[in-house]
């Protein structure tokens, strides 16, 4: 079975700083693995994924994620925060192999920036 | 603007009652996923469907049942309702199985 553990219900930043959210994943086949941004009163939108081309994703609104097979990770991150980056965000597993996928989120990471 | 409609965008109903969540995935994709988000349980996996095809079960009740049409939407039906049953249902549609999802605006159903 898969599964995603963000580490942190909540992190804050000032404005300016790095951003850094955690994600570790278990899977038994390879994974595709995604992150997704999720702003009040709003669905899900896709910030990246990986599909095995490159262990480094560069996303959209300048984030970016590495893949670590060997630590199992999947770790979201921003050089300078953005007032706009307070959001909640979620990181979510995929079996690649299985016809019948289920995609598998975490329990998501608060994000709040601090001016 | 994803693509993906949901009706209604709100919903209050009773303890006992029966509603339907209806869902439009994306233009071109066939797959379609319920979702429900719930501040204690996070972002629970439902069920997926496929071209009018369960593929897919996750956290589901037996008062929930949900299909794909030929036209590919989709709706849940929630039955007997509960309390507890009360969070954001989230449509989400896909091109293939795997590829990036994409999640309409939700519905939000209040039980009282």
């Known amino acids: 079975a898969q599964s995603v553990t963000q580490l942190g219900s909540h992190v804050s930043v000032s404005e300016g700083a790095l951003v850094l959210l955690r994600c570790n994943y278990s899977?038994?086949?390879?994974?595709?693995l995604f992150w997704y941004v999720q702003y009040p009163n709003q669905g899900l939108q896709l910030l990246l994924k990986?599909?095995?081309?490159?262990?480094l994703v560069k996303g959209i609104n300048g984030f970016e994620a590495e893949f670590k097979k060997s630590e199992t990770s999947f770790h979201l991150t921003k050089p300078s925060a953005h007032m706009s980056d307070a959001a909640e965000y979620f990181c979510a597993v995929s079996d690649r192999v299985s016809s019948a996928s289920k995609i598998i989120f975490g329990s998501g990471t608060r994000l709040s920036i601090r001016p | 603007d994803s693509g993906v409609t949901q009706t209604p965008k709100h919903l209050i109903t009773a303890t006992g009652q029966r509603v339907t969540l209806r869902c439009s995935p994306r233009?071109?994709?066939?797959?379609v996923y319920w979702y429900q988000q719930s501040l204690d349980q996070g972002l629970q996996f439902l069920i997926q469907?496929?071209?009018?095809?369960?593929?897919a079960k996750g956290n589901i009740l037996e008062r929930f049942s949900a299909q794909q049409f030929p036209d590919l939407h989709s709706e849940l039906n929630l039955s007997s309702l509960e309390l507890g049953d009360s969070a954001l249902y989230f449509c989400?549609?896909?091109?293939?199985?795997?590829?990036?999802?994409?999640f309409g605006n939700g519905t939000r159903l209040t039980v009282t």
């Open positions: 233009s071109g994709d066939l797959s």
């Open positions: 990986y599909t095995s081309a490159a262990t």
């Open positions: 899977s038994s086949v390879p994974p595709y």
């Open positions: 989400a549609s896909s091109s293939v199985i795997g590829s990036p999802l994409h």
């Open positions: 469907y496929y071209n009018g095809e369960e593929r």
